[in-house]
């Protein structure tokens, strides 16, 4: 069975300064890997996503996540973050091609980016 | 252009009463599904429909009822509300089912049950 582990329900931190939301999986198969961001008031959008290959990945606005199989994590990092990325952030999981659209979701961690 | 509305956006409700939670897509989407986000944030996964069959059905009380009369539409009918039932129910919407990809969120639909 999957499951999703976010270790940190809120994550304030400086603007400008690094931040790294932490998740860990479990599963015996295979996964694809996933964070998406929920702004106050709206519907989830995908973040970035790790589906195979290299295991770094990068979203459009200086996002990045690594697929790390060993320590099973896909920790979510950014060197400098803004006000805008205010946010709940969600890791998610789903176990290979016949799964893959059914999506096992993190708790969230709140992010809150002080000025 | 929205491209997963719900309607409606707010519904507070008596329990015991019957409601509905509308759903469309126009992105061309074979699959839409409805979860459910719990006051703690939690997001779990009730149905999912591929071309107007169900595919998933996970374990939830048999008074939520789907129907998807095209695949452009899902809706979320729920029976006899209770107190346990309010939370914000997402609409969403994917290209197919042996696809790894992205999930298109609606804005969500929050039930208040008194």
């Known amino acids: 069975a999957q499951s999703v582990t976010q270790l940190d329900s809120q994550v304030p931190v400086f603007e400008e300064a690094p931040v790294e939301l932490r998740c860990n999986y479990s599963?015996?198969?295979?996964?694809?890997l996933f964070w998406y961001v929920q702004y106050p008031n709206q519907g989830l959008q995908l973040l970035l996503k790790?589906?195979?290959?290299?295991?770094l990945v990068k979203s459009i606005n200086g996002f990045e996540a690594e697929f790390n199989k060993s320590q099973t994590s896909f920790h979510l990092r950014k060197p400098s973050v803004h006000i805008s990325d205010t946010a709940e952030y969600f890791c998610?999981?789903?176990?290979?091609?016949?799964?893959?659209?059914?999506?096992?979701f993190g708790t969230g961690t709140r992010l809150t980016v002080i000025p | 252009d929205t491209a997963v509305s719900q309607t409606p956006k707010y519904l507070v409700t008596q329990m015991g009463n019957d409601k509905s939670i509308k759903c469309e897509q126009n992105?061309?989407?074979?699959?839409m599904y409805w979860y459910k986000q719990d006051s703690k944030k939690f997001l779990k996964i009730m149905f999912s429909?591929?071309?107007?069959?169900?595919?998933i059905n996970e374990t939830v009380p048999n008074r939520f009822s789907p129907k998807s009369p095209d695949k452009a539409h899902l809706n979320l009918h729920i029976n006899s509300l209770e107190l346990g039932d309010s939370a914000v129910y997402f609409c969403?919407?994917?290209?197919?089912?042996?696809?790894?990809?992205?999930?298109?969120f609606g804005e969500g639909s929050r039930l208040t049950v008194l």
């Open positions: 599963s015996s198969v295979s996964v694809y």
């Open positions: 998610a999981v789903s176990e290979g091609r016949t799964g893959a659209n059914n999506l096992f």
């Open positions: 969403a919407s994917s290209p197919g089912t042996g696809q790894a990809g992205e999930l298109f």
């Open positions: 429909y591929n071309n107007k069959e169900l595919i």
């Open positions: 992105l061309g989407h074979d699959t």
């Open positions: 790790y589906l195979s290959g290299s295991t």
